[in-house]
């Protein structure tokens, strides 16, 4: 009797312990990071004072806005960021983290429209480092899970791309003021690369 009692207790811990990681779900990952000969308080403006903003700087982002009542950049802001002109593509994003002195945030993806992205577990930390002489680094984490998951794989490296491409558009917009859009972006990165 115990010995069958000792079975079952094995056997039920072993479910609850395989139900709990199926319940966390994987993510992929990765880091972009970009050096400019620009000091890191105009670089920390763009990505992070002007976070409602981000379609002046960002050459997919066709318009972005604040949402809810957020007026500014701080902790709990959020944002919609709207990939084509109907608006049907759109992620809306949340700051976290805010730590304007250590120039960091984490964006949290809070909704999706057309895009194959877990918003639950989809974020990415921006962080601004003053590396001194008027240089900076901008480094992106971003952690995300695809629906259906498969596609993450095959998403990483379009993801990558967008936000390298991103990079190029932010430094850009520091040097000159010009908005970035899809119509300039690809001469504007001929100069960058």
Same mark, same amino acid.
């Given at each position: ?11 039920l811990?072993?479910?609850?312990? &395989?139900?709990a990681?199926a %319940?966390?779900?994987? =993510? ?6 970009r050096? $400019?000969?620009?000091? /890191? ?5 763009i ?7 981000v ?22 802001a ?18 976290? &983290?805010?730590?304007?002195? %250590?120039?960091?945030f =984490? ?7 057309? $895009?194959?992205?877990? /918003? ?19 480094s992106?984490d971003?952690q995300?899970?695809?629906?259906p998951?498969?596609m ?15 990079f ?26």
């Amino acid at each position: 009797m115990k010995t069958a009692l000792k079975i079952s207790l094995f056997l039920l811990m072993g479910f609850v312990v &395989n139900t709990a990681q199926a %319940k966390e779900k994987k =993510v992929k990952s990765f880091i972009v990071e970009r050096v $400019f000969d620009i000091e /890191a308080a105009k670089i920390w403006k763009i990505v992070g004072l002007d976070y409602g903003s981000v379609a002046y700087s960002h050459p997919r982002i066709v318009k972005s806005e604040y949402l809810k009542g957020s007026l500014k950049a701080e902790e709990g802001a959020e944002r919609v960021c709207y990939f084509n002109e109907e608006g049907t593509q759109y992620l809306k994003e949340k700051m976290l &983290n805010y730590e304007p002195e %250590k120039m960091r945030f =984490v964006n949290q993806i809070s909704q999706v429209g057309k $895009f194959p992205l877990d /918003a639950e577990v989809t974020r990415a930390i921006y962080q601004v480092t003053d590396l001194g002489n008027g240089k900076s680094k901008l480094s992106f984490d971003m952690q995300f899970r695809t629906k259906p998951a498969f596609m993450g794989a095959m998403m990483k490296g379009n993801f990558k791309k967008t936000i390298q491409d991103y990079f190029i558009a932010i430094e850009h917009h520091a040097r000159t003021g010009e908005e970035v859009t899809k119509e300039n972006f690809k001469e504007i990165k001929k100069k960058y690369n």
